[in-house]
């Protein structure tokens, strides 16, 4: 069953080398993490299928990379300098600070029990500042992005042109994104520095709506697909009392964490604020012309905007499961084959010269498609469930008798079945079992 302590993850993460506390031999620093050898390339895959899904199997979609660096004028224009804030309480008895719109109760602190005791709440802003170049002032002023999103409209009207795209079409980005969190909290769910996938879908206005739906549907399914179960997720629509000021209908992906239902990934209809706004404050045109209608107009703008490092915390809780062996216990991630870190383990059955060089042979046959892992130490059964703690789908065996059939063992990390297969047909065996 998924994991139901966000402890089980967290340790599992440590200890295999998922995730780690930043600068943690100086002691830590507060929510931030470093990931590790197989963190890396998990949240490389969670990235990759998120650009396979959204970009490569689609002809409406255009792949950009921005600067996370951005001057005031852009985030005036987004309105982040003025509204990107959170009401912000300190709790006079005990001094710890507090987001008032996230406790339970507003006149009571969640860290010592005094009532009464919070600040009058004060707008803190979320962006990040700093200085560009040798000499500080308000000319040097710049700001680490909250968003990947305000890239994809500044770049709208060279993106069209180039691209010679037409609404609907849309500009996708992932990239790294700040924000001084007051609170952060829960792991990797919550933290100051993080990674983002969004995409900015322009639309004639009137076909808002339509695309608003199937954004919603669309970006639900994508995590049903990669592994969660869909009993884990689901779509909320959010009050109108919730809605940011640029949008006229938003639904939260939420997935079932253990501390419960929180959000994965935000589907905004973002109307035309973005364009105009910054079409207003830049003096250029930012709109699209239909030759076929004669018609102009400024796109309106479907956002799906996830979180890069939740969806993989999603997909390790996910995934978590124990089970039994031959009356043995088993930790394994049951990762969908595109997210594990490792698709295949190659095990010689020993670390003989005799058989290692075949061993690496299949190795190198298998790392031109696949990320592998090679893995010769201890017995074969504690390596299977070393693969099985990592969410490795297969692991490989070579043995000694495949120095004279020419043939390897092939197991299946979610039933332990196990099958012979020649060398020379092991890439196409592996790649109708995997589907890729």
Request: proline share 6%.
């Amino acid at each position: 069953m998924p994991a139901q302590d966000l402890d089980q993850i967290v340790g599992l993460c440590k200890r295999r080398g998922f995730v780690y506390q930043s600068a943690e031999i100086y002691g830590g620093f507060r929510s931030t993490y470093d990931y590790g050898p197989l963190g890396s390339l998990m949240l490389r895959n969670v990235k990759d299928a998120w650009v396979r899904s959204m970009v490569q199997q689609r002809d409406d979609v255009l792949l950009i990379d921005a600067a996370i660096l951005g001057p005031p004028q852009v985030w005036q224009a987004s309105g982040h300098l003025a509204n990107f804030s959170d009401p912000l309480v300190d709790c006079t008895e005990c001094k710890t600070r507090h987001r008032l719109d996230k406790l339970d109760d507003p006149e009571t602190c969640p860290n010592c029990g005094t009532k009464n005791s919070f600040t009058e709440a004060r707008e803190f802003n979320l962006m990040f500042k700093t200085q560009a170049g040798p000499v500080e002032g308000t000319g040097a002023d710049a700001y680490l992005r909250p968003e990947t999103a305000q890239g994809m409209f500044t770049n709208f009207a060279q993106v069209l042109q180039t691209s010679r795209k037409k609404p609907p079409f849309g500009i996708a980005q992932v990239g790294k994104s700040f924000r001084n969190e007051i609170t952060p909290q829960n792991w990797i769910f919550r933290t100051r520095e993080f990674e983002q996938m969004e995409m900015e879908f322009f639309v004639p206005p009137a076909e808002a709506d339509q695309w608003y739906e199937y954004w919603c549907n669309e970006r639900r399914n994508w995590y049903i697909e990669h592994g969660v179960p869909s009993d884990m997720v689901m779509l909320r629509p959010h009050d109108a009392d919730e809605l940011s000021h640029y949008s006229t209908g938003t639904s939260d992906v939420e997935f079932k964490f253990p501390w419960g239902f929180d959000e994965l990934e935000g589907i905004a209809n973002r109307t035309d604020y973005d364009l105009k706004a910054h079409a207003e404050a830049s003096g250029e045109k930012l709109d699209y012309f239909d030759p076929q209608t004669n018609e102009r107009y400024v796109p309106y703008v479907i956002e799906p905007a996830a979180g890069a490092t939740r969806a993989m915390a999603a997909f390790l809780l996910a995934a978590y499961d124990e089970d039994e062996i031959n009356g043995e216990k088993r930790t394994v991630l049951r990762l969908h084959p595109r997210i594990a870190p490792y698709t295949i383990a190659v095990l010689p059955l020993s670390k003989k010269d005799t058989l290692t060089p075949l061993a690496h042979d299949v190795r190198k046959l298998l790392a031109d498609r696949y990320m592998v892992d090679y893995d010769e130490t201890q017995n074969i059964g504690k390596r299977y469930r070393r693969q099985d703690e990592i969410g490795t789908p297969l692991a490989v065996t070579v043995d000694f008798d495949s120095l004279d059939d020419n043939a390897v063992t092939v197991r299946d990390r979610d039933t332990t079945d196990q099958v012979r297969v020649p060398i020379d047909e092991l890439l196409a065996t592996i790649s109708a079992r995997l589907g890729f």
